[in-house]
């Protein structure tokens, strides 16, 4: 069951449960009016750029969530974020069969590591990758919340493009891959990503270190302008021939607008 809701959303912000509390946050895309009304004065807390968090009621440093399968300790960080985007479990379900017991399965840019569990949960072997050593941390502690810190997870602290090039070098190869990068970021030495620049290289070679026979591809990025159509475009300029889907990113609410969360494109063999 989840415990993640969009409650409404509109002029620049939106409102969502992470169980027990709701949250008022920025979202740029949400440039309507909201749906609803009386909800948002029963906001727990609200974020703003300049202020950073408003308290209306006391919330604990950390709390657990149950989303897409998976649980998260959440926290309140200072930059608005709590330790998961809920946005990105539609893709964990659709990946979730195309894991086989047993394949070895790369998560780059992994963060809190939602993709790293549902795959982990299938069986596979998962090597999940993140520059911030405080992201592993944080999702070395949701693995023991979802009982996995026994399973094959191998975990690294370096930056995306300098690992892809060693394990090339090793000749370690994956049956899936699935990478969620940011528009910028920095690599655990500090290398600068800039995903305009960056990800037909990084793209190449996370095709040099997929086995003969791999499964999937699955890519998605919160990046203004690269649209399903972009996505695709890169996919197929970097992977074998196969089966390109893509999409729009989205949080869903019952009773009010969905929110677009970015895109994705997920790549499947003939
Ligand atoms: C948008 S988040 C990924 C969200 C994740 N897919 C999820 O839904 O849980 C981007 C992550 O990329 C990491 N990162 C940024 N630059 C990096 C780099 N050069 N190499 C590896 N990781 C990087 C950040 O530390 C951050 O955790």
Redesign the pocket.
Known sequence: MTQYQLIDSGHGQKLERFGAYTLIRPCAQAVWRPTLTKEWGGASAEFDRESRWQFREKIPDMWTLSHGGVQFRLSLTEFGHLG??PE?ADLWETMRPLVIPQSRILN?????G??TFAAAQQGAQVCH????KG?VDWARQNAALNRLTDAPIRWIV????KFLQREKKRGSLYDGIIL???TF???SQG?V?KIEQDILPLLSLCRDVLNTAPRFVIFSC?TPGFTPMVLSHLLEQTLPQGHIETGEMALHSPHALSIPSGSFARWTRD
């Open positions: 998961v985007f990105h780059l840019f992994a963060y809190s939602g993709v990758l993140d520059a911030s992201m370096d930056d995306a493009m969620d990068p940011p970021g920095r690599g290398e990503f919160h």
